[in-house]
């Protein structure tokens, strides 16, 4: 059974899913920002680059689409413990394969062990973080993915200012690896066992079997898929934006190099200054017209990006798109968790097509604008934006009448 929390109890809590979700972000650019580096060290070529890289997309989706097992069977504080734990050890392993062992086999299962953990850690993280935002009563999500977001820059950060010093991947990977068993160790003491996250000891849970079949039933429900169209297209947006929107200015319109880097830049202040401060605006309007707004300024966006004859209006452009790709992932996450009792399995099948649309999105739309060109591509982009918006009724926050009762409440 859930017991009261304490203010500071509140406070230590929220800032520990604060820690995880910033932990998670660094841990994401860890890797990534010293790629060249781990290619350099095993004399590997793209399409084996790209290999790894596959390995890792293939066990971040195992990862997010298996969680409510995991959380099933050991709940979601001691779950995000252990899958820290499990990524922490995978990007310490990484390092020491490329540079320790000079082992592409290392490398790679450091990756899977890195893809897997980060995959189950994001459903638990957003489970966790949407009871905060329920206790508070207002939207704060928008707010822990903008410490997401802090962690990757912070991350990048740190990555260039080592490769830029000649620090050697094991040496970087392995300090963040065990900064990051510390911040879940001392975060696990600071997240209280809920019922809802099936934290109570063993005697306290319902059998396996029903905790299984409760995490498996969100894929049987309507309202899992029209979720997941609004989530689908905006994560199709802001995916295909971190991967093309640079080389969509400079070789799509034909702009200077390095005017790329511009366009991604001001795309991304637009959307974490959206996640930092739009949680208020979603409590005033309400979920549904904020996402009908955004997707509207997303699809301008995109649209203007596409057609701007000169590089302010391209820049214009990828402000918008940014804006309006803000939000879709994070309220869509709130709209799953509406129901506490199925929050685990709502959110991790919501995320699921999330995450296949942000990383399985870009890649398709390269393989089309071979075909069509890059910017045309980028129409396909608007298509799902606008039926992104078209659905966003299903975020509709639920009825009292359409939840199923806590133990607590029934009891």
Known sequence: MDTALTRSQFVRWRAAIFAIFFASGLSIATWASRVPGIKQALDLDNAQVGMILLGMGLASIIGISTSPAVMARTGARRGMLLTMLMFAVGIALVGLGANVFGSVPIVLLGMVLFGFGNGCVDVMMNVEATA???QMGKT???VFHALFSFGTVIGAGIGALAAGLSVDVATHAGAV????????VVCFFQVPSREAALDPEDHEKPPFRRRMHTALEAWREPRTYLLGVVMLGMSFAEGGANDWIALGT????GFAEGTGAVSLAVFSVGMTVVRLFGGPLVDRFGRVLVLRILAVAAASGIVLFILAPSLPLVLVGAALWGVGASLGFPLGMSAAADDPAKAAARVSAAATIGYVAFLGGPPVLGIISEHIGLLNTLFILVGLVVASGLFSGAARPLREDEKIPTAAQEG
């Open 177 to 184: 690896g065990a900064l990051i068993l510390v911040v879940a």
């Open 140 to 142: 704060i999500l928008p």
């Open 132 to 134: 905060i935002e329920q």
């Open 250 to 253: 400079e070789q799509g319109h």
